[in-house]
């Protein structure tokens, strides 16, 4: 059996590379949310910081998704 190195370490990553993004991206999300609550506090609205974590979400939604879909195809 011959390993094919070079594939491998592709693999690797392109895995660590989404990965990563995929984690930046949910915590973009959660940072959003944070920032709606401390604009409620204030008195204020925050329906930007809310859309752009409701997006960040759907993002990652649709990475996993898509994620799933190359597996079983």
């Given at each position: ?15 660590l590379i ?56």
């Open positions: 059996m011959k390993i094919d190195w070079a594939a491998l370490g592709s693999v690797f990553g392109v895995s989404s990965t990563v993004a995929l984690v930046g991206l949910f915590t973009l999300g959660i940072v959003g949310l944070t920032k709606r609550e401390s604009a409620a506090a204030q008195g204020g609205s925050a329906a930007l910081a809310v859309t752009g974590a409701y997006a960040c979400f759907a993002a990652c939604a649709g990475a996993v998704a898509y994620g799933i879909y190359l597996i079983v195809a």
